[in-house]
C-alpha cells in the first residue's frame, strides 16, 4: 500500500508559516486583502469560494467577494475591474471562471492588474510561468502540485515526469514548472498513442486529464509517486479523482487522495499568493 | 541513408506564396514593413541581419536597419522602440538578442507593441504560444521548424515527440506548438538523467541543445524524423549543428542538414509574421 501524501498536512504546515507573516505583517500595521469577483450563481464556485473565504480568515486575510447579476454586460464588468486595481486597500483579485456568455475572458485578462492578479489570468503571469521568471503569480492547482512535492521531499530534478492533460489550469503550467525544478517532463493528452506504456514509464505521474478514475494500475510504474489532480463524481456520486485509487495505490510508492489530496492545498496556495501580492506592493 | 528535409526548399515554397501576399497588398498601395533594431556590433548579429534584409527585398517587403550605438542608455532605445510603436507605416519590430547590459530585456519587452512584435519579445505573445490562441507571433525558429514538418507533410498528431533543449527561444515554444498540434512531447536538458535512453523513443527528434554534434547514432531512433536546430562550428572551423549528421543520417528516416536545414527557413518565416503584422494592422 502506498504512503499517502496528505494535502491537508501540506495545508495546515503552510498555513502556519503564511499565519506568521501575516502577523508581521500586521506588526506593520497591513492587512494583506483578496476580493473575489463571480458573477452569476455556480454551485462549484460557491463551493470554492466558501473554502477559500474560510481559509483566507483562518490565515488572518481580508476576503471580500463581489458577486455581481449574472446578465452584468462586459463594460461594466471591466469597471469593477479597474475600481478594484486602483484599490490600494486590495492586494490580490481573483475572477472565478468560467465567465457567462457576455463576458469574453480574452478582454478582461489585458484589465487585471498583473501584481494583484493571484490566479494567473493576466498573459504577464503566464508569460513568466513559461520563462521561469520570478515575482510573478502561477495558477493556483498546479502551485499546489508543486506545494506538495516540496513539503515530501520529493524533488523532480532529472526524473521522468508524466503529465496527463493539457489544459491552461493544470497541464501547461504545470509542465513549465516542473520544467523548472528540471524534471525530464513528457504532456500526454486524449490524442496520446498508447497512453499506458507512456504513463508506466514515469517516476512521477500527474493525472490532470479531468476523467474520473481512468489512471488504472497497469498504467503506473511500480513505487512512482502519483499526484491526482481530477475532482470528479462516480457513479454512486461520490467525489474521486482522475485515478482509480483502490487499484493504483496497491502499485504506486506514494499517492494523494481524492479528496483530502491537491484540492485541500489550492486555497492555502491562493492565501499565499495574496500574501506575496501584499508584501510586493508594500515594497517589503 | 534518410531523406533530407531542405531548409531551401521550404523556404523558397513559402516564399512563393508571401510574394503573392505582398503583390495584392502592393494593389491596395501598402507595402509591407519591417524595422530592424541593433545596439552595437556583433558578428552574429549582422550575418542574421543581412539574411533577413535580402530575404525581405526578395519578397517585396521594406526592411530598415536600426543601428543604434553600443552605450546607449536605456531610456534612449525605450524612446525608440515606442518611436517606432506609433509609427504607422512600421509594421514589425525585430529587436536584435542579446541587448547590452545596460539596456534590460525584462524592461523592453513590456514596451514593443505586441502587434508589431514578430519574433515574439513581448509576454502577450509568449502568453499566446503557450496556450495555442490564434492572432500572435511564435519564435521564428520553433516556426521555422513547425514549417518544416507542414510542408513534408509530416503530421505529429499522437506521435513520441522529443526536445532536446529548454531555452525561451526554441525549446519551451516549441513544446507548447507541437503540443497544440497533437504530438505527445518530452523535454530533455541537461539534467535528464539517460537522455540516449530518451531520445531514442523518439518518433520525431528535435535537436535544440545548443551542442556541435552531441546527438550520435546511439540517440535516434531507426526511421525517425530528425529536426537540427544547431548551429555551432566543430574543431575545423565548419558550420555544424547539434546532430552528429554523418552518423544519424545512416539511421533516421528523414534530416534536416546544417547548414541548409532550420536556418535556411528562419528569415523567411520572420518575413511571413511582418506581412501578417501588416494584415492585421490593415483589418485584411
Redesign the interface.
Known sequence: MATLLKGKEVAESLKQKLKEEVEMLCQKGITPSLSIVIVGDRADSAAYIKGAVKRCSEIGIECNVRELPKDLVQDKFVDVIRQLNDDEKVNGIMIMRPLPGQISE?VVK?EIFPAKDVDCMS??N??????G?EGGFAPCTPSAVMEILHHYGIDP????TTIIG?S?VVG??L??ML?KE?A??????T???NLAE?SRRAEILIAAAGKAKMVKRNMVKEGAVVIDVGINFDENGRMCGDVDFDEVSQVAGMITPVPGGVGAVTSTILAKHVIDACKIQNGL
Open positions: 480574452n489585458y498573459p504577464v503566464i508569460s513568466k510561468v513559461m520563462s521568471e530534478k532529472g526524473k521522468r493539457r491552461m501547461r503550467p509542465a513549465m520544467l528540471n525530464t517532463i513528457t504532456v500526454c493528452h490524442k496520446t498513442l507512456e
